[in-house]
């Protein structure tokens, strides 16, 4: 009987649940940023060995909301963490031990879950160090820049999976539309050029999707929140502009192994992070409470 689940890549932000997404199933899905809270929509990642199944979910990180779209941002890491088979609690090795993860999650019911605590950056820490902590009941210890404790993390999962039939074809590896990963890649680029809280304010927007041409056309709309953030968008001369196109349309190529024509447009839309109706627009659903 084949084995398949929902697994959720859960924590506080910056933890590196991305980088470990990506590493698990060996493509750039996920963005990834030094800067916390990069994540904002979960990003599903897909990976078939023989018989098993993992459906893994990059999940925004567990924050204390600020502002409606990080309210918005824990409301779907939550969400994720109730539908999962298992939860992978990921937690820093140099910042060791964990804190518990009902405790970061603010869950207070006496919900069943099935945690693995995964210690990240594994290869910033001694061996003997890495040793001690993956000794520890229901524990791993990975590197996901190495690659270190990642098959041995797989070995682990598929053992805790329930035995179920494959939810997607063998040979997927997510399960989101190229819109999703085009506004990603941007976003990507946004927090690798952009400083301070430029980064946060920034988001975007597929206009136009011809994959059907050659190269594939991509118009996307890049949004900040004010007039003076535009012009650092743009950059002296366009550079940052060109930079952030050239970052998201190199990352697309290799994503679907074809040329991609990527015109970007800078426009404001100001308050939007803070904004119920721009942030449906964008895909965040409403949750039940949330921080104006």
Not at 106 to 115: H, I
Not at 188 to 213: C, G, M, T, V
């Given at each position: 009987?084949?084995?398949?689940?929902?697994?959720a890549?859960?924590?506080?932000?910056?933890?590196?649940?991305?980088?470990?997404l990506?590493?698990?199933?060996?493509?750039?899905?996920?963005?990834v940023?030094?800067?916390?809270?990069?994540?904002?929509?979960?990003?599903?990642?897909?990976?078939?060995?023989?018989?098993?199944?993992?459906?893994?979910?990059?999940?925004?990180?567990?924050?204390?909301?600020?502002?409606?779209?990080?309210?918005?941002?824990?409301?779907?890491?939550?969400?994720?963490?109730?539908?999962?088979?298992?939860?992978?609690?990921?937690?820093?090795?140099?910042?060791?031990?964990?804190?518990?993860?009902?405790?970061?999650?603010?869950?207070?019911?006496?919900?069943?879950?099935?945690?693995?605590?995964?210690?990240?950056?594994?290869?910033?820490?001694?061996?003997?160090?890495?040793?001690?902590?993956?000794?520890?009941?229901?524990?791993?210890v990975?590197?996901?820049?190495?690659?270190?404790?990642?098959?041995?993390?797989?070995?682990?999962?598929?053992?805790?999976?329930?035995?179920?039939?494959?939810?997607?074809?063998?040979d997927?590896?997510?399960?989101?539309?190229?819109?999703?990963?085009?506004?990603?890649?941007?976003?990507?680029?946004?927090?690798?050029?952009?400083?301070?809280?430029?980064?946060?304010?920034?988001?975007?927007?597929?206009?136009?999707?011809?994959?059907?041409?050659?190269?594939?056309?991509?118009?996307?709309?890049?949004f900040?929140?004010?007039?003076?953030?535009?012009?650092?968008?743009?950059?002296?001369?366009?550079?940052?502009?060109?930079?952030?196109?050239?970052?998201?349309?190199?990352?697309?190529?290799?994503?679907?192994?074809?040329?991609?024509?990527?015109?970007?447009?800078?426009?404001?839309?100001?308050k939007?992070?803070?904004?119920?109706?721009?942030?449906?627009?964008?895909?965040?659903?409403?949750?039940?409470?949330?921080?104006?």
């Amino acid at each position: 009987m084949p084995r398949s689940g929902h697994i959720a890549l859960a924590g506080r932000p910056n933890v590196g649940k991305s980088s470990l997404l990506n590493a698990l199933v060996g493509e750039h899905l996920a963005l990834v940023s030094r800067k916390a809270q990069a994540t904002r929509l979960p990003v599903t990642g897909l990976r078939t060995e023989g018989e098993v199944q993992f459906v893994f979910h990059d999940l925004p990180g567990l924050l204390d909301p600020e502002y409606a779209l990080q309210a918005r941002m824990r409301a779907l890491a939550l969400e994720g963490i109730a539908r999962a088979d298992l939860i992978l609690h990921l937690h820093p090795a140099p910042e060791a031990p964990a804190p518990d993860f009902r405790r970061v999650a603010g869950l207070t019911d006496p919900t069943d879950l099935t945690v693995l605590t995964v210690y990240t950056k594994g290869d910033l820490v001694t061996p003997e160090r890495a040793a001690e902590l993956g000794a520890a009941p229901a524990s791993m210890v990975v590197s996901a820049t190495t690659g270190a404790g990642v098959d041995a993390l797989l070995a682990a999962v598929a053992a805790r999976l329930p035995e179920r039939e494959f939810a997607y074809p063998a040979d997927d590896v997510g399960t989101q539309p190229l819109r999703f990963f085009a506004v990603e890649f941007l976003r990507e680029a946004a927090f690798e050029q952009l400083e301070d809280e430029l980064p946060y304010a920034f988001n975007a927007e597929i206009e136009e999707f011809r994959e059907s041409s050659d190269p594939v056309y991509i118009r996307a709309a890049l949004f900040v929140e004010r007039e003076s953030q535009k012009g650092m968008l743009i950059g002296a001369g366009g550079r940052t502009l060109k930079a952030i196109g050239t970052h998201a349309r190199e990352r697309l190529e290799q994503l679907i192994g074809r040329r991609v024509y990527l015109d970007t447009w800078v426009k404001v839309l100001p308050k939007w992070r803070r904004d119920p109706a721009q942030l449906r627009r964008f895909g965040f659903p409403e949750p039940a409470h949330e921080t104006d």
